[in-house]
């Protein structure tokens, strides 16, 4: 399993780094995150510049697919590029936002917010597209992969704040639970006194409003030679992969996606669908997770403990995803157990997000869903709702509450009042953006200043990875079943996609890019350009190689006629075209005309076939002519293409056809100097007809 | 491509179609036509009374004791024969067809398919993929568990021996001496089977592959198959098969006009335009298809389905206002999450409370969950529903509120008398065919009182006939069919104004109803046709062209396209037609191809032009075809230079230059194609 070398090689490379953190390889990735302090890095100017050209295509209506004839000059420069911007997620996580171009349709994936940054800067940077402005006349498509809030979180403020009217796509389950999140994001961030927040409640309804969902499978028709269709991504529930085709060019952006199945969600899969390029994430791109079932005895092995000496566990988690897989487990867990503490899910979300789960059963895994019917798995028994009184409560408890990168919320508020009693303990199951309490916690901060307050977190810190991503060795495998063309890694650190990169490139052979934010990557994708061909075309070029060898059928051409109307493109025979065109062919035939003396010795044409065959086929590099004695006094060459003919008084004619002129010349200078030399020697060589040799057919 | 047709019952839709070698079934039902010369047979542990029934009496000639024979097995009951055993089927497979060689099932909907767990036992090596909606699948695979469990109870209560089946003097017997109570089985009576298991059923689930509607599936690079949405109901859809014609694949290549060598074959089954609870009935693309094959009409011409839903509440309101029971036998799925809601919706307004409705079958509240959890196979309304977090139907309401109360039991003892149903109370059960099932019991029971009533709401039995067994009954009984399959008139419109199918094949039964249309070519089967599908050229093949440099076309405004020439080579790589542009410019230059007429006058200018002076220009009065044309230009025209050195021709069609030297041949040439000649 190569996978396995993976680690040796990752301490050789970033030894120092990890020996910090050796003894649980993920937190490296904690590490990389420090170094990365900085926002965004600026926009390019050229991007800009390439966003300002794309917008003078659209005014001028000059889109790829020919319209008339002008258009077919620059579509082949214009059709085989992808061109692939970050706005988010390019060497960072969280706000995945990323712009590609292809076929001249720009579409963006993903409409995300970082949940590190407190002002503009946690979305993406709109003004690249347009300076101001509605957006609608520059992107043709969205398309959200699933309902995380750094992948969702700035569309309401995308569609209604900066203005977006187009066609918005996510799954259904998405479309359903996307509302939830994005209310309880604005609940947090609106600011109680002034009321000002990102957007409003009317914005989240109106942007929902403009989604169209679609469902696992499904090929949904954006345009006209436009498709999208998606793939189960397992990450969360609705989460999908996207493959995206416009023209012939084809992408497949996998969002978040997770490729071992887990208590309630099953695993990622696509199609060998061999996109030009596939974007994918990279969040656990440089580890190998141990396997599920040991992380799960090792976390409730952790639980039991805390519980037994009378500790409160907290458990940060988003309100949907993890929640509910650790939920399963715990019930399942303390069912068997017998175990009695009291258990409880702090969320401000309403109840009703466990009932998306029985409303979207297609949409778990295998297990659920054949036994859906007889018992709903998501009526948790032991897990009663929070309540706000409960937090001075003594004794043992176990709190699930949202959400889970501890930046606002219940799980911030509990984590204030438990963090100083060292008997209680957190345990953070997934991964947390950099700039948030919980990556400031986990990287091994223990003071913190809360409202001009210190506190001391005295409480026991685990951290353990439930993260429903892909590890390195699920993203090879789902590159090696979608074998792209090339690959671009996006929602990853930029040390762990430097790794991965070395990864695709040196074992999988594929190219592999890792653009950061504002830096557009350009990918050219070598397609022809559709064409209809005429059957008889492709008959007639059976029948002529039908008897030949495989490299002469190689090297044979094909001589076709485009015709190029309303915007439809196709290659007839020359002979259609001009029967369709109602053009006449006019032949122009050329003609040699040697004179040759009858009375002194006729030219024989065995004796010119001779020759012929001696100088034109002679030579091994250049491919054969077919001569054939048609009758006494004709010879073709290369079916009629050129004939030698003897007249009835003795000249010699030779008569070819424009598109022949080469072997014409070429004939006609052999054979007039054969004849100056036959009849000049005439009386010298007596040419016998016993020597002549055999007809070459 | 041909089409194998199965049934002669255009309602019991069965064909094979091939195309390219392959074998592909369309949809599979279980004939139950035959159900009613069955005796119904009461759950284990409640009076049987047709035990006791006289057994038919066969008077056998050949035997030495003069005895008649009885056959346990037949009963005569109201002076008509009835089978008395266990339920059996029969299936639509026939020898004359090799069913293991089968490569693809392509379900409608889940009513279509409950005969295949027969043809997965049959033929073992049988390795086809099953295609259906996820619908399909859950309520298809909770109806085929309704009928073993069904039939299981049946076979704990009689034990029978099948013999009498294989005996041919019974049929020859029974058609001497009462020709009219020869009954329909007989027909079948060799190839019944008794039910298939939970194994059986569990064996030919597993090979099923889920798709949605409008998810192209690739069943071989040649054919297309997506499943469209007919409406009917929850997962039901048409099949649309796109089969390349020309060669074999499917070119991933999308052509931009209607133009592309793709044949369109629909298999339309049960459709509705009315709107009910599932998705829209969508036939966009069916629009202008090569093929359109029509089944599973309604029977009822011109029969509407709201005005019999209207009766059917007026109806029901009489009997509960009579403190009777209604008694509705009806599949326990489909049709009947409609009725809870229309019916509990009817009585708010009329004011009728603490209605109760009983849903009885072994499957009741799996149907209520696995419907529920189907939301994206609803109604954009109900579709709004769920994405706020409520269910798409309203039965978990109802039931709260003990409006709807389900058993999911699959048999009612005597002891459960409807004293124990709450009156006034609506009872839906089944089986249809009044034969097996719950709803023996409640009419044994039920049929006493005059102020009960049983509604039939389905149409696929005679009311009369199935009502037959339990004669004589007090109990009121209506037949109110609600079909909500598209009717001929409905189809016509369709056909006609809409889709417009370039071939229609439907069954000789639906030929009288069809209006002809002389743009649609109508041909009609019969059981066991094996039709050949006229065959329909696709006058291009797609492929793309790689271009290496620029093209240069020439426009040419009179048509308003532009062409050029394309010299290449031709490969088919990844099922792709491939034209590879040759880098050659030499060989691009001189391969011309020429076309229009000479100009003589410019010719002669560019001539000069180039330097060829002193010209002989003679008026050559050659036969010519054109004898009509007299103008100047299309005259034959000779010209000669330096003593004969050149000598050219010039014709309508054709020109000859004569000339031994081969600089001096290529400046005519040049001169003859610059700004003359159209060149290609």
């Known amino acids: ?202 914005d989240i309804k109106n942007c929902m409003k403009k989604v169209i969902p679609v469902s696992l499978g499904q090929t949904v028709k954006v345009d006209t030679d436009f498709e999208i269709k998606a793939y189960y991504a397992g990450h969360v529930l609705g989460a999908a992969m996207f493959h995206i085709r416009v023209g012939q060019q084809t992408l497949v952006y996998t969002g978040d996606f997770n490729t071992t199945a887990d208590r309630h969600l099953g695993s990622a899969h696509i199609d060998r669908c061999r996109p030009d390029v596939l974007i994918t994430e990279s969040t656990y791109g440089s580890t190998v997770r141990d396997s599920r079932r040991a992380r799960e005895r090792d976390f409730m092995a952790k639980v039991v403990d805390c519980v037994r000496h009378g500790g409160k566990v907290l458990v940060p988690v988003f309100a949907v995803g993890r929640a509910q897989e650790l939920c399963i487990l715990l019930e399942t867990y303390l069912e068997r157990m017998n175990l009695n503490v009291p258990i409880y899910f702090a969320s401000g979300l309403s109840e009703k997000v466990n009932t998306y ?209 309303d915007g439809r493109l196709r290659l007839v025979r020359p002979s259609t075209a001009m029967n369709e065109l109602g053009l006449v062919h006019h032949t122009v035939q050329f003609h040699s005309r040697f004179p040759s003396s009858i009375n002194i010795r006729p030219i024989t044409l065995v004796s010119l076939i001779q020759l012929l065959e001696r100088e034109l086929n002679s030579n091994e590099n250049e491919s054969k002519h077919r001569i054939i004695l048609i009758s006494d006094n004709l010879i073709h060459i290369d079916n009629q293409q050129l004939r030698v003919s003897i007249e009835t008084n003795g000249d010699v004619d030779i008569a070819w056809t424009l598109n022949n002129e080469l072997l014409g010349q070429r004939v006609s200078s052999h054979i007039k100097s054969f004849i100056d030399q036959h009849t000049s020697t005439a009386s010298v060589i007596i040419i016998s007809d016993s020597a002549a040799s055999p007809d070459p057919m | 491509m041909r089409l194998y047709c199965l049934s002669d019952d255009p309602n019991l839709p069965c064909f094979i179609l091939t195309v390219y070698g392959r074998s592909i079934l369309l949809d599979f039902p279980l004939p139950i036509d035959h159900l009613l010369d069955y005796l119904p047979i009461p759950s284990p542990g409640c009076v049987n009374r047709f035990s006791s029934l006289p057994k038919y009496k066969l008077l056998s ?165 997506s499943a469209i949405s007919s409406g009917y109901c929850l997962g039901s859809c048409n099949w649309q098969l796109d089969i390349n014609v020309n060669h074999n694949q499917t070119s991933k290549i999308e052509t931009s006009s209607s133009q592309s060598n793709l044949t369109r074959f629909i298999y339309m089954s049960s459709s509705t335009t009315l709107e009910t609870y599932s998705t829209k009935f969508s036939y966009d693309s069916f629009l202008n298809c090569d093929y359109l094959l029509l089944s599973n009409l309604c029977h009822l011409s011109s029969m509407d389905a709201s005005i019999n839903a209207t009766e059917l509440t007026a109806k029901i309101e009489n009997i509960l206002n009579d403190h009777g029971s209604v008694l509705i036998p009806c599949s326990s799925t489909g049709l009947i999450y409609d009725m809870f809601e229309f019916l509990t919706k009817y009585f708010e307004q009329i004011n009728l409370l603490n209605i109760h409705m009983y849903f009885i079958s072994p499957i009741s509240n799996a149907n209520l969950a696995i419907s529920n959890a189907m939301s994206e196979w609803v109604t954009e309304q109900r579709q709004t529903a769920s994405f706020s977090g409520t269910p798409p139907f309203k039965h978990n309401e109802l039931i709260k509120s003990k409006c709807l109360i389900t058993i999911s039991s699959d048999r009612l003892d005597d002891t459960e008398t409807l004293i124990n149903f709450e009156q006034p109370s609506i009872i ?77 094949i439907v069954h000789e039964q639906y030929l009288n109803d069809i209006v002809k249309n002389d743009k649609i070519n109508i041909l009609s089967y019969r059981k066991y046709d094996n039709i050949k599908l006229p065959s329909i050229n696709r006058y291009f093949i797609n492929g793309q062209l790689n271009i290496k440099s620029d093209i240069k076309p020439k426009l040419i405004p009179t048509s308003n396209l532009a062409i050029a020439s394309i010299h290449g080579h031709l490969d088919m790589c990844d099922y792709v037609y491939d034209i590879n542009e040759l880098d050659n410019e030499n060989s691009k230059q001189n391969n011309l191809i020429t076309y229009g007429k000479i100009d003589v006058d410019k010719f002669l200018i560019n001539l000069s032009k180039s330097g060829i002076f002193g010209l002989e220009v003679k008026q050559l009065n050659e036969y010519d075809n054109d004898v009509n044309d007299n103008e100047q230009s299309n005259r034959s025209v000779e010209i000669k230079y330096n003593q004969g050195a050149a000598k050219i021709i010039v014709r309508s069609k054709q020109t000859d230059i004569e000339c031994n030297d081969p600089s001096l041949m290529n400046k005519i040439r040049d001169a003859l194609l610059m700004n003359n000649i159209g060149t290609l």
């Open chain 2, 428 to 504: 839906f059960t089944g089986h249809l065919s009044l034969r097996f099932g719950p709803v023996v019991q409640l009419i044994e029971k039920m049929k006493t009182s005059s102020s009960n009533g049983i509604i039939f709401i389905d149409n696929q039995y005679s009311y009369v006939d199935a009502l037959k067994p339990y004669q004589p009954i007090n109990m009121k009984c209506f037949y109110l069919p609600i079909d909500t399959r598209l009717n001929f008139s409905q189809v016509n419109i369709l056909l006609n104004e809409k889709i417009r199918p370039k071939n229609l």
């Open chain 1, 357 to 565: 789960y029985s409303l979207f059963v297609s949409w778990t895994n295998e297990k659920i869903q054949s036994t859906f019917h007889q018992k709903n798995i998501f009526d948790f028994k032991h897990i009663k709702p929070w309540d706000r009184s409960y937090v001075e409560q003594p004794g043992a408890m176990i709190v699930f509450a949202s959400p889970g990168m501890l930046h606002a919320g219940y799980s911030l508020h509990l984590f204030k009042k438990w963090a100083p009693d060292e008997k209680n303990m957190i345990i953070i199951p997934g991964y947390c953006v950099a700039n948030t309490v919980g990556s400031k916690l986990l990287l091994g901060q223990r003071r913190f200043l809360f409202d001009g307050k210190e506190i001391e977190a005295k409480m026991q810190v685990h951290y353990m990875s439930f993260s429903a991503h892909a590890d390195a060795k699920g993203i090879t495998q789902i590159i090696r079943q979608c074998q792209p063309s090339n690959v671009v890694l996006v929602h990853g650190e930029d040390l762990v996609m430097d790794f991965l990169r070395g990864r695709v490139q040196d074992e999988l052979k594929i190219p592999c890019y890792k653009p950061a934010n504002g830096e557009t990557v350009t990918i050219s994708t070598p397609h022809g350009v559709p064409v209809d061909i005429e059957p008889g075309l492709v008959q007639q070029l059976k029948e002529e190689t039908a008897d030949v060898s495989r490299s002469e059928k190689r090297s044979k051409q094909m001589r076709g006629t485009l015709i190029i109307k």
């Open chain 2, 61 to 225: 000639h050949n035997k030495e004791n003069n005895l008649p024979r009885q056959i346990d097995e037949l009963r005569i009951l109201h002076n008509q024969l009835f089978v008395y055993s266990p339920i059996e089927f029969y299936t639509l497979d026939s020898s004359q067809y090799d069913f293991s060689l089968i490569d693809i099932i392509l379900i409608s909907n889940y009513e279509t398919l409950l005969a295949l767990p027969y043809l997965f036992k049959t033929y073992e090596n049988l390795n086809a993929q099953i295609y259906l909606t996820e619908p399909t699948y859950r309520f298809g695979q909770q109806l085929m568990y309704e009928m073993v469990s069904y039939v299981e109870q049946q076979s704990k209560m009689i034990q029978t021996n099948d013999e009498w089946k294989y005996d041919p003097d019974i049929f020859d017997s029974i058609e001497e001496q009462q020709n009219e109570k020869k009954l329909k089985l007989f027909s079948h009576a060799q190839k019944l089977m008794s039910c298939y298991s939970i194994e059986n059923v569990d064996k030919c689930l597993s090979h099923v592959t889920i798709v949605h509607f409008n998810e192209q599936i690739d069943l071989y690079s040649s054919i297309r198959a």
């Open chain 1, 1 to 202: 399993m190569v996978w396995f070398e993976i680690i040796p090689s990752l301490v050789l490379t970033a030894g120092p780094l990890l020996l910090i953190a050796a003894p649980t390889i993920y937190i490296g990735n904690w590490f990389f995150l420090n170094g990365k302090k900085y926002g965004p890095k600026n926009m390019m100017k050229d991007d800009r510049d390439y966003y300002m050209y794309l917008r003078d295509r659209r005014i001028t209506g000059n889109e790829y697919y020919p319209r008339g004839v002008e258009a077919i000059d620059e579509r082949p420069t214009l059709m085989s590029d992808i061109r692939i911007l970050p706005l988010g997620a390019g060497q960072d996580v969280g706000r995945s936002c990323i712009l590609i171009t292809m076929g001249g349709k720009n579409i963006m994936l993903d409409c995300g917010l970082h949940m590190g940054f407190y002002d503009d800067r946690r979305f993406p940077d709109f003004s690249v597209i347009c300076k101001d402005g509605p957006l609608t006349p520059y992107i043709h498509c969205v398309i959200i992969s699933h309902f995380h809030l750094d992948h969702c979180g700035a569309l309401p403020y995308m569609t209604e704040v900066v203005g977006y009217n187009g066609p918005l796509y996510m799954t259904y389950p998405t479309k359903a639970i996307c509302p939830l999140l994005l209310e309880d994001f604005r609940k947090v961030t609106t600011d109680k006194t002034t009321q000002q927040g990102p957007y409003t409640s009317d």
